[in-house]
């Protein structure tokens, strides 16, 4: 699958709680003294999708397999983590693998869990971590735009195209704009990643308040939407011990314990879905007596890509991809309704796959 979010943030605001909560396992120590995640660890999860039940319920399938999305606990972060303070350098490097960073800003008080600031300011903690990305970022360009310049003169006509995108990005970081703030162009975008920017990945705040306050959310928290608003960023609030709690209970018990805290829906819903759509991520569903399953794939891929995210095979010998969308596939019935309906559509390699697809591939090798 490939597509990945790293959860990161100063020691101690409850990177590996959320991460032990998401993955339902102790795999992540959660203690409270810094870095206690050295290796970054790695849990699949799956992405809820309501959608995924019905069509397996309509289709009576045997097996229900739903889309997942991986989440990487890194090593808490400390100012001068770009200069390799604390872990920095381990930090920064597992930064550079995923595709999308969630931030976890600690908004809550607890007198029993120390704060490597000395004191809860989650706006200040977005800066610690926003700044070192920066800074890592400016030093990796300084030496680009360097190298690109001496190979512009000498007529390498990929430098000359890669030389204005640095320059333009090392003019935003000095005036304290994250790359991901940088207008980019379609045709300029291979380029662009090629840079490998950190602070050009999307972010997401994940705001991590107390019991109380994970309905509504606290003080803390409206001071960070304020400032994520300024950015785009969007913003989920948690409350990673009660996601902890909700982890270790069986599923019949979970509902009614939300309900007991305000709660329509578990805060780790909410982050992979955020995670999801951070990535520009969208599911289609294949469908059938054997088996109803999710597949992820980016917004704007085209048919026979998609048939690629499930064998090699089906995008070497694509041919077609019969089409229903979900809500004709659960107005008319399933897959035999809307065929006799006319609404099964046969689309070829140009078709753009739309979120919610029902497809069934069609293809020779």
Sequence with gaps: MGFNCGIVGLPNVGKSTLFNALTASATAAAANFPFCTIEPNVGRVPVPDDRLGTLATMSRSAKITPTQLEFVDIAGL??????????????????REVDAICQVLRCFEDDDVSHVEGGVDPLRDAEIVETELMLADLESLERRITALTKRARGADKEAAETLPLAERAARALGEGQPARLVAVADEERKLWNGLQLLSAKPMLYVCNVEEAAAATGNAWTERVAVHAGRTGTPVVIISAEIEAQLAALAEDERAAYLES????????????????GLLELITFFTAGPKESRAWTVRRGTKAPAAAGAIHSDFERGFIRAETIAYADFVAL????????AGRM??????YVVADGDVLLFRFNV
């Design 261 to 276: 805290l305000g709660l329509t829906e578990t805060g780790l819903a909410k982050v992979i879905r955020a995670g999801y």
């Design 78 to 95: 400390v100012a001068g983590a770009s200069k390799g303070e604390g872990l920095g350098n381990q930090f920064l490097a597992h930064i």
């Design 333 to 340: 019935g399933g897959e035999q309704g809307a065929r006799e």
């Design 345 to 350: 559509r046969s689309e070829g390699r140009d």
